[in-house]
């Protein structure tokens, strides 16, 4: 079966993204349509090394910004420059930080994002208007209350999950199913 979004990915070089890819996920212990959901998001479609966010001072793959890079040995112009499949390495490099963390589609998506918010709860909030962060990112704000939560952007992202591949992104329940189980027998044993 092919990958999630494989079809938008320029033919030219098709092929050996995808190779890359697979190989690239096998390293970080992903399924590697989180990584093509991710990178579809993040580069709107085009699955580009030089596409630039119309907001801010972020570019590639998934939209590095200077600050996500720092430590990585390479620039923001350098990564421009890229071809997409070269990008990748760097895609692996910037990932690999949080390997072992990435546990489903939307903790690869806050590796991304927002890797400080890795597996905090729905409700926690990421950003806040008015700052430069949330106006960047207001269109995660699926409410607009002026805050961005985890559960929003995971909200957001499964919009991005291809028919077919629902199974690569289950959501959260809104009660862990452990609790629940829990507060059963514990209610049980409470009324016996």
Do not use: C
């Amino acid at each position: 079966m092919a990958l999630a979004y494989e079809n938008l990915v320029p033919a030219a070089y098709r092929s050996a993204f995808i190779q890359k890819v697979v190989a690239v996920s096998n390293r970080l212990q992903i399924d590697p349509n989180w990584l093509m959901i991710v990178m579809r998001f993040e580069s709107a479609g085009t699955f580009s090394a030089s596409v630039k966010n119309p907001n801010a001072e972020a570019y590639g793959l998934i939209q590095f910004t200077q600050n996500g890079i720092s430590g990585l040995g390479v620039t923001l112009a350098q990564l421009r420059t890229m071809d997409a499949v070269t990008q990748l390495d760097w895609v692996e490099k910037y990932l690999a930080r949080y390997k072992g963390k990435m546990t489903d589609l939307y903790q690869v998506y806050m590796a991304v994002f927002a890797p400080a918010y890795i597996g905090r709860p729905d409700a926690q909030k990421v950003y806040v208007s008015p700052s430069k962060a949330y106006t960047a990112n207001k269109p995660l704000d699926t409410n607009n209350d002026g805050v961005i939560t985890v559960g929003e952007i995971k909200e957001v992202i499964k919009r991005y999950v291809p028919a077919g591949f629902e199974n690569v992104a289950p959501m959260e329940p809104a009660v862990p199913i452990l609790a629940a189980v829990a507060g059963v027998i514990l209610l049980t044993k409470i009324l016996s």
